[in-house]
């Protein structure tokens, strides 16, 4: 991260759908309650770490193609990192955008390698705060502490991180006044950590965050994100 600028944040936030697509998918609602309280210390934490971060609110999957494609090709050679934050409804593989589904490949994509020269060799950084299944995971009392550790490197994807609100097939928790649990607890933990501690420490301390502090609104058992996935 030495260089003159920390880079770029992205925050694509979707608090409604468009009526005819939530009516095509199924889904039960198009709103998200207390999204824009992750909105605001998303962007309370990364302005203060020195991004120049850009929101969009509902923005269509045209939009998000434009912007990002923007993104990709802008001058990064004075920047050290890029970080895209989607917080919306979502299912296995990817996210709601306002009038459509959008594969969270496609926004992979667009950075890698050829796409994106510039960020090449720098951390890219995804958060993804949606759901991704429709199973509710009420979690399990932890018999003993157990640390595992996992490392895949592919090339092309070797600077890419992707930390996901929950397991695959699972659904995601907000709370309808303070924001979600995944990003509530992302900006908690940089806040604390983010000046002395390595960012796969603080996701560490993310998890753990999510899996003990919090209680689901569907049963009485804490953990119900016992478990989420950093990739």
């Known amino acids: 991260m030495n260089y003159p ?5 992205v925050i694509i936030n979707m608090d409604k759908l468009d009526p005819e697509l939530i009516s095509k998918e199924g889904l039960k609602t198009g709103e998200r309650p207390g999204t824009n309280k992750d909105v605001e210390s998303l962007h309370e ?38 970080v895209c934050v989607v917080l919306g409804h979502g299912k296995d593989g990817g996210f709601y955008c306002y009038d459509d589904f959008m594969d969270e490949e496609y926004l992979f994509n667009l950075f890698k390698g050829e796409n994106c020269k510039q960020l090449v060799g720098k951390p890219k950084l995804f958060f993804i ?3 991704r299944g429709d199973t509710s995971d009420y979690g399990v009392t932890p018999y003993a502490s157990i640390a595992t550790t996992s490392s895949c490197k592919i090339p092309v994807e070797a600077d890419f991180l992707c930390h996901y609100s929950t397991c695959q097939g699972y659904v995601s928790w907000r709370n309808l006044s303070y924001g979600s649990w995944f990003i509530q607890s992302l900006c908690d933990m940089l806040k604390k950590y ?17 899996a003990f502090e919090y209680e689901s609104s569907h049963g009485k058992q804490r953990n119900a994100l016992y478990c989420q996935q950093t990739y």
């Not at 600028?5 to 944040?9: A, D, L, Q, S, T």
């Not at 929101?55 to 434009?66: G, M």
């Not at 983010?194 to 999510?210: A, E, F, P, S, W």
Request: with cysteine; charged share 25%.
């Open 194 to 210: 983010g000046k002395k501690n390595d960012l796969m420490q603080i996701l560490t301390r993310v998890n753990h965050k999510v």
């Open 45 to 82: 934490v990364f302005k203060n770490f020195g991004f120049q971060v850009k929101i969009e609110n509902n923005p269509t999957a045209a939009k998000i193609s434009e912007l990002l494609k923007g993104v990709a090709e802008d001058d990064h050679s004075q920047r050290g990192c890029f």
């Open 129 to 131: 705060q949606a759901c």
């Open 5 to 9: 600028e920390k880079g770029v944040c």
